[in-house]
């Protein structure tokens, strides 16, 4: 008795050897060898680039890999999230943060910033938690300078190496709109001889629109690829080390459900794994015996969440979902449409398309998946 809560404590002090809702490092971080050598070498070379996959299979963090090892090898980088990006301002304020980062002596940086971009007057604050915290404001008549400044210093801020300009979920550049702000990024990147610019995004229609259409401003701008999911067997061994690392060895029958629960995609995975974990840890039990519980907790974590999508949708759309979810896939193939009684053609391909802006649907050549295989599950338990 004794013993067992001894060793439980012990294994109380673990933390959960799984990690998901922010990008990964290591240990948290398996596979991408291949990928990581390709995109640096293209990083080094200067080359343009443009990665899309559908949301959570691992671009930023593999991307944000990348930039560390070639921040440690003398790059300048700058990485910009554009969901952040709600305006002409905010872009120049976050690409100046970028980079403010590695100055270790602020004052001199604020100084040299000003230097570089007209308009801008840095400023120190404190942030909610008390701690210093650089604020920008951009004087409203010089905006259109200091954009064109900011965008330039990879050509004006000479380095030994090229600079490394990231822009993830860039496909949100268009609800800015638009095509002026693409138009003069363009402008001005395509002199840019000394940087490599990266491009990331999850739609891929939209990305694949910005660059691959020829009367858009980033036609043909660089290498243009997709991010598969890692190997199987790669998630295999990931999953079967951490859980031993964190105390609860699992069994291959167990990672085979995991894997096959989650589609092979690293965010789900990581989620229903560090849940598997978690319930074993509390009740000081197998994982292969806890899955059941430990799938049936996430759910019901899920379930507000999956209310507030479903609740978005048409009662048609509802209907054409749990379809989906009980097929597997959705398609406009006559037996899929008349096993679920589906119709007219013109309000599914709506619904289609609506779901897939929003991003509930992903659309592989001519079929439909659910994007959320937990999602789906929970769809199928309720119907
Ligand atoms: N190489 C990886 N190894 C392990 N887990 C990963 C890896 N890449 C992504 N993940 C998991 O997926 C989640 C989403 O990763 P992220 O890089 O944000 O994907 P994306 O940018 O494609 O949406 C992470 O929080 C992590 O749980
Ligand atoms: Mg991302």
């Known amino acids: 008795m004794w013993r067992n809560a001894e060793k439980r404590n012990s294994k109380d002090m673990i933390d959960n050897p799984f990690s998901y809702g922010k990008t990964v490092d290591d240990p948290f971080f398996y596979d991408r060898k291949k990928e990581l050598e390709e995109i640096k070498l293209s990083m080094r070379n200067a080359t343009n680039q443009i990665m899309y996959s559908p949301r959570r299979i691992g671009k930023s963090s593999l ?6 090892d070639l921040e440690a090898e003398g790059h300048p980088t700058v990485y910009i999230d554009f969901f952040k990006v709600s305006s002409r301002e905010k872009f120049i304020e976050l690409y100046t943060r970028e980079l403010m980062r590695p100055m270790s002596n602020w004052t001199k940086g604020l100084k040299r910033i000003q230097g570089l971009i007209r308009g801008i007057q840095p400023a120190m604050g404190l942030d909610q938690a008390g701690l210093p915290e650089l604020r920008l404001s951009i004087d409203p008549l010089q905006t259109a ?3 064109e400044d900011v965008i ?16 993830d979920e860039f496909q949100e550049i268009e609800k800015l709109n638009g095509e002026s702000f693409e138009k003069e990024l363009r402008a001005s990147f395509q002199h ?5 610019y990266v491009f990331l995004g999850s739609q891929r229609h939209m990305l694949l629109n910005i660059f691959s259409r020829k009367d858009r401003a980033f036609f043909n701008f660089g ?11 790669e998630s295999m061994v990931f999953i079967e080390n951490r859980f031993r690392v964190g105390g609860y060895p699992v069994s291959e029958k167990l990672i085979r459900q995991i894997l096959e629960q989650t589609r092979n995609i690293p965010y789900y995975l ?20 806890i899955y059941p519980q430990a799938l049936e907790r996430l759910l019901i974590n899920q379930t507000d969440y999956f209310h507030g999508i479903r609740n978005q949708l048409t009662a048609f759309q509802v209907r054409l979902l749990s379809a989906i979810a009980w097929n597997g896939f959705g398609s406009y193939e006559t037996t899929f449409l008349q ?12 619904a289609y398309k609506r779901m897939t802006d929003l991003d509930i649907l992903e659309k592989q050549t001519n079929q439909y998946c659910i994007s959320d295989p937990f999602f789906e599950l929970w769809l199928k338990q309720q119907s």
């Open 63 to 68: 991307v944000i890999k990348a930039l560390k």
């Open 145 to 147: 300078r200091a954009f």
């Open 152 to 167: 330039n210093i990879p050509a004006n801020s000479k380095h030994d190496k090229c600079w490394i300009v990231v822009f």
């Open 192 to 196: 840019h001889r000394n940087a490599s």
């Open 223 to 233: 290498k243009l690829f997709q991010l598969e999911k890692p190997s199987e067997e």
């Open 270 to 289: 990581q989620y229903l794994s560090a849940e598997i974990w978690e319930s074993a840890r509390l009740s000081s039990s197998d994982p292969d015996v």
């Open 339 to 350: 096993k679920y009684r589906l119709f007219p053609t013109s309000s599914i391909q709506k």
